[in-house]
Every structure is written in C-alpha cells, then in structure tokens.
C-alpha cells in the first residue's frame, strides 16, 4: 500500500539558516510527489510537485525539493528560512491511478522559526 | 468562485446529532475530495468524486459519513449521530483531472 513517512515531527530553525525537510515514500510505480504547507487557520497551499522529467523541482516561496528514486525520498529544502516560512509542511504521494485521484499525506513537519 | 469555499468554517454540536458540510468547488473543476485532519494527525482521505464516474468512498470510517455531490458541482459531507472522535478539520479540494489539488480552509468540527 502507498505511504508517506515524514520522521520529523518538529523541527527549530534560526532565521537565515538552511532548511531541510525529509520524505520518504512507498510506491509500486512512478510516484507524483507534492509539498504543501498549512500556515496557522489556513487550508493547504502547493508548493511544488514532481511528476516525472528533472528530479530537482523548484517551488514557490524559494523551496526546492529533489527526486531519489533510490533511496525512495522527496526531501524539501531552502537555502535561507524565513520567519514567515513557520508552518506546517506535508509531504504527499499521488495514489489510485492518477497523478491526483488520491493523495496519500504524511503526519506533516511542524516546523519553527527563532529570530 | 476564486478558491475552494467551504461552510460552516466553525460547528460545536452535541454528540449524537447530525451535521451536514458543504463544499463548493473551483468553478469548471471536475475533481472534488474529502479530507480529515484531527489533531496530531495527518490528512486522512475520506472520499473522492470525478465527474460523473462513482466515488471513491474507500477512505470513509464508518457508515454514519456520507457525501453527495450534485450537478457535479457542490458537495454536502454528512456525519450523523456524531461522536466525540468524529472532531476535526473536514478540508474539502477540487482539481481539474490530472492536476493540481487546491484545497478549501476547513470547516473545523466540535463534538461536544
């Protein structure tokens, strides 16, 4: 069955540091990968999506995220946090048949921003 | 419309009752989805509606929880007889087939 594992729980940043985020999927075929973030009493917003071609995706808001077939992971990643970059993130596998019939979330990162 | 709206945004209502959520999707968008996100969870798939195909209900918990969808438009999901656990955010999406899912703000359900 599909799975998304995201291991992080909680992660702390220092504003200007960089960021990585860690994904890992379970997928019989080609996955389609997505990032959102959920901002506090928001709904979801995409930040970027893989469906197949170049393995490293940019998104908006200056994310990144990278394609590893060979180790089955999805990690999002920025040069620079910003403060308004705290947030909930969630990794997802596109399931059911289709690029977006289904998708299969992870427990999401709830990440925080020290000034 | 511009987005996903979906209504109430908030609902406090005493176990036992019946609740109806409404979604009203992206304007032209043939996708519409049902998803569950209790706290400290992820988001949890309930059920998934495309054009005039039948739904996907494999993600439904129990058979108090349906979801309608009519004129391929608007959709209501109904939770009757309401328990404790049933409290959660209900997010609503839509997409055009094979394409990005914009998901809705929630209505943030409380069983009391």
């Known amino acids: 069955a599909q799975s998304v594992t995201q291991p992080d729980i909680h992660i702390t940043v220092s504003e200007g540091a960089s960021l990585e985020l860690r994904c890992n999927y379970s997928y019989g075929a080609t996955p389609y990968l997505f990032w959102y973030v959920q901002s506090p009493g928001q709904g979801l917003q995409l930040l970027l999506k893989y469906f197949s071609g170049d393995t490293l995706v940019q998104g908006i808001k200056g994310f990144e995220a990278e394609f590893k077939r060979s180790q089955s992971s999805f990690n999002l990643r920025k040069p620079s946090v910003h403060w308004s970059d705290a947030a909930e993130y969630f990794c997802?596998?596109?399931?059911?048949?289709?690029?977006?019939?289904?998708?299969?979330f992870g427990t999401g990162t709830l990440l925080a921003v020290q000034p | 419309g511009a987005g996903v709206s979906q209504s109430p945004s908030n609902k406090v209502t005493e176990k036992g009752k019946d609740v109806e959520l409404r979604c009203d999707p992206i304007?032209?968008?043939?996708?519409l989805y049902w998803y569950r996100q209790s706290l400290g969870q992820g988001l949890e798939f309930l059920i998934y509606f495309q054009g005039n195909s039948a739904p996907d209900k494999s993600g439904l918990p129990s058979d108090r929880f349906s979801a309608e969808r009519t004129g391929g438009s608007v959709s209501t999901l109904t939770i009757q007889r309401t328990q404790q656990e049933d409290s959660a955010v209900y997010l609503c999406?839509?997409?055009?087939?094979?394409?990005?899912?914009?998901f809705g703000e929630g209505s943030w359900l409380t069983v009391v």
């Open positions: 999406a839509s997409s055009l087939r094979g394409n990005t899912i914009y």
């Open positions: 997802a596998v596109g399931a059911g048949g289709g690029a977006t019939n289904k998708l299969i």
């Open positions: 304007s032209g968008h043939t996708a």
